[in-house]
DNA sequence: GTTACTACTATCCTTTTGTATACTAGTAAC
DNA sequence: GTTACTAGTATACAAAAGGATAGTAGTAAC
């Protein structure tokens, strides 16, 4: 049975290349929360409990931590609204934030893909154990 | 001044998709290692140790581990080749990992390019503290 | 007999990440 | 006076991830 296995293979100099890259990027933008961060605020400029919100199952603390980070790098600024009462913290995206829309859409669309895959496998399994019953 | 901020800002609905679908992703793919895994081997089928000379930094207690996970995830195959001497154990990218392509080539990019950043950031300080000395 | 290669696993330790709870100041509503 | 809201911080702890080192079996070269 002829099988077409991977279409296309990387070159070494590619793999090199695209393990340095992804290396770089995970650095910043890795880990459990920092991008769900930066898409909760492309809806628009937030407050932090706002954020937490948003951003479903966050602590706190850990959000604070993170933001911290974000600003450190770039991607959010922090504006407090001395004026009101209370005063209002707004955290909002940065321009640099957005050049990760290419990166955004292919997770989101791939995230979506596969969420639908596990359903479907999920399906498959209770079918299977309903059978052996 | 008339500043342009954010040119597309993500509707309600469609910011909880992308939340929930980057999350997802995040479950089988987040983490130091894994797409590092899988980009190592979209240069073509790999052994155990030269994997871990690809992959720099990774030991072996965690690429093992890693390897599990992405095995039982359906990203990987492992084929083992016991007529050989001594047993040579080769892993293989699925197709599945495959369906990542869009994600990392955008991966990819952005990293390169934040590299890139990066590095000029660092060159404009040492202007600086080379001014100041 | 010693070394080296294969593909790991075991053990222990450190670092990172995350959780829970309580607390801060200042004001406004009840 | 009590409660609630703002945006966090402090403290203590638990869990997960990762790192370092050593060791396993079997063979083959020196």
Redesign the pocket.
């Known amino acids: 049975m002829p099988e077409i296995k991977n279409s296309k293979r990387l070159s070494r100099p590619d793999c090199v290349t695209s393990l340095n890259a992804v290396g770089d990027a995970f650095y910043v933008i890795?880990?459990?929360?920092k991008l769900r961060i930066i898409i909760a605020l492309s809806e628009g400029p937030k407050?932090?409990?706002?954020l937490q919100r948003t951003v479903e199952?966050?602590?706190?603390?850990?959000l604070?931590?993170?933001?911290?980070d974000l600003e450190m790098n770039g991607f959010v600024t922090?504006n407090v609204h001395a004026e009101t009462?209370?005063?209002?913290?707004?955290?909002e995206a940065t321009g640099y934030a957005d050049s990760l829309r290419d990166v955004l859409k292919a997770l989101t669309a791939w995230g979506t893909m596969h969420r639908k895959r596990i359903k479907r496998q999920a399906e498959m399994e209770q079918q299977k154990t309903s059978k052996h019953a």
């Open positions: 890795g880990g459990k929360w407050r932090f409990n706002e199952g966050i602590s706190a603390r850990v604070s931590s993170e933001l911290k922090r009462f209370p005063v209002v913290v707004e955290y």
